[in-house]
């Protein structure tokens, strides 16, 4: 076998020396993609970042005010009321914690009213605070003053649901029912644009129901 040429021994040379070079380009390019990403995952680890996010503004605060007392949601231990509950259901705190006087009134007046084929459902009794102050919020968005709103809903210190001493009954034909019969059982409504608000007032059994206020604006328990 001849020995490679002079020149062909330099090409070769040059050959591994750029083959080298190209090797280390490559290497450090790799190390150089390696480092960067190593440092991004460090930037974004949990130990990097702040402990508690910065406080909201003041107008965000304002934005997420508690929707009751108690800063949960509402139920029926508040006094929500599901569907189809009559004043027998004991189950519902909304019926339990009526006054017990007004509960066995109501009582007594559906057991006639059945004969007739009218149920005594309810839409709302006892409230919780909390329940009432939501309504109350819910009514000032509605009517756009609290001064309107009160023709409607009571606050929670004046409310006759609150104290377990009112019901509002659902279905035109247990109110036009009462509106005939309830004297009778002391149950009157109180309020003339809520034909649905009835309360127990024992006098009316003998003298009748009372002179109706045009709406709880009216009522001088309102004012307290």
């Known amino acids: 076998m001849t020995a490679n040429p002079p020149s062909a021994r330099g090409a070769t ?4 020396r750029l083959l080298v070079i190209g090797l280390i380009v490559v290497i450090a390019a790799i190390a150089a993609t390696l480092g960067h990403r190593a440092r991004d995952s460090s930037s974004s680890s949990p130990s990097s970042r702040p402990s508690s996010p ?3 503004s003041s107008s965000a605060r304002a934005s997420k005010a508690p929707r009751s007392a108690h800063h949960g949601a509402l139920g029926k231990a508040d006094g929500l009321v599901p569907d189809g ?3 027998f259901d004991d189950g519902i705190p909304a019926v339990a914690n ?4 007004l509960l066995e009134a109501l009582r ?3 057991t006639d009213a059945a004969h007739d084929g009218v149920t005594f459902y309810v839409n709302s009794g006892w409230r919780s605070p909390g329940y009432q102050d939501q309504l109350l919020r819910q009514a000032i968005a509605r009517y756009g003053s609290e001064d309107a709103a009160s023709r409607w809903v009571a606050t929670a210190a004046t409310s006759l649901h609150v104290s377990g001493d009112a019901v509002d009954l659902g279905r035109s034909d247990a109110t036009a029912w009462l509106s005939r019969h309830g004297a009778g059982y002391g149950l009157c409504q109180i309020y003339r644009n809520e034909p649905w608000h009835y309360e127990l007032r024992t006098s009316a059994i003998d003298r009748g129901c009372p ?4 709406d709880p604006t009216q009522d001088p328990r309102m004012k307290q």
């Open 13 to 16: 040379r040059r050959i591994r």
């Open 108 to 110: 007594r007046a559906a």
């Open 85 to 87: 509950v009559t004043v």
């Open 98 to 101: 009526l006054r017990p006087a």
């Open 211 to 214: 002179h109706m206020y045009a």
């Open 54 to 56: 910065a406080p909201p």
